[in-house]
């Protein structure tokens, strides 16, 4: 049984008051713009379209968000990488929607107007990118020598494979039944600190084992600026079209796309269970969403249906 609005209502007040109460979620009602101000927060990150509109819109296509986010501001501690579990999803979209499930890690300068640089990992649905509608495991990279939107998996140098076993842009079969079984992908990335390479560990239904990294020369920007770690949802699609779904494409609530056992990682490679919630970014309130972090726990997502 889903949770009544009352005790909904009852778990925020005791998460705001500092109480972890297990099974609590409160629910994001809207961006609140005083807790993401602080944070350089860029309208775009891969593989997002550039621009700057409050909806992350382009002349084609129009973008939407639901996600968490940290940097040093927050607490003073120096991470360099998340680990998380994702529950994994599929939906015929149109052939220029998309849908993600990731994590971001990337840098930009203090004044916001500086590219992007950094990495995504996690899925998506893509059929303007793979002409179907499969799930495919996600990387994606902006940087030294990147093309100017980016690399998505191994189609162009970049991403170094360690393993034959899990290559970027592998379909993820079978994916999850919003009321059966749930399929799981683990993601970890780390900065090696003796190589200053960042390596990425992939497992679905598995723990999370290295696959390949990428090579510290294609971020030397990251070295000078402030890291920002995002993870959650995102969502693209046509203007004057419907939104596409975004997670399960249920908003918050048991049977909604979550992530799970979330770490952040620090420069020994010790990883620190995120017990606390963190500021986010909402940008379409009306058809995502996205819950609290409770025990390295949240849910997102939404049945789309934005029309812009």
């Known amino acids: 049984m889903e949770m009544t609005s009352t005790k909904i209502a009852l778990c925020c007040v ?12 409160c629910y994001k009602e809207e961006n609140i713009k005083e807790k993401t101000q602080s944070i350089p927060w860029p309208l775009q990150i891969p593989p997002i379209n550039r621009d700057e509109a409050s909806t992350q819109a382009s002349e084609e296509q129009i973008n939407h968000f639901s996600v968490h986010l940290w940097n040093k501001r927050l607490d003073g501690n120096n991470y360099y990488a998340l680990e998380a579990t994702m529950d994994v ?18 840098s930009r300068g203090e004044d916001g107007k500086s590219p992007v640089t950094g990495f995504a ?17 996600l990387t994606h990279w902006t940087g030294n020598g990147s093309p100017p939107d980016g690399c998505y998996n191994i189609r162009c140098p970049g991403y170094i494979r360690t393993s034959s076993s899990t290559t970027p842009g592998d379909v993820i079969t079978p994916v999850s039944s919003i009321r ?39 971020f030397s920007d990251m070295e000078k600026k402030q ?6 949802g995102f969502t693209s699609h046509p203007h004057a079209q419907p939104s596409p779904p975004m997670g399960s494409g249920l908003f918050p609530g048991r049977n909604a796309a979550s992530f799970k056992n979330l770490k952040f990682v620090d420069a020994e ?18 058809c ?19 029309v812009v």
């Open 288 to 306: 995502y969403r996205l819950s609290t972090i409770v025990s390295g726990h949240f849910f997102y997502g939404g049945p789309g249906h934005c």
């Open 121 to 137: 990992l996690g899925w998506h649905i893509h059929p303007a990118l793979y002409k179907d509608t499969n799930t495919y495991f």
């Open 89 to 106: 999803y599929g939906f015929h979209l149109g052939h220029e929607e998309q849908s993600v499930a990731a994590i971001w890690i990337y």
């Open 14 to 25: 005791l998460i705001l008051s500092g109480a972890t109460i297990r099974g609590c979620f």
């Open 227 to 232: 890291l920002i770690i995002s993870f959650g």
């Open 269 to 286: 490679g010790s990883t620190h269970d995120i017990n606390k919630d963190l500021p986010f970014n909402v940008t379409s309130h009306s």
């Open 180 to 218: 059966d079984k749930k399929q799981y992908i683990t993601i970890k990335a780390y900065k090696d600190k003796k190589s200053g390479d960042w390596q990425v560990h992939y497992g679905f239904n598995s723990p999370a084992k290295l696959i390949g990294y990428f090579p510290k020369s294609l």
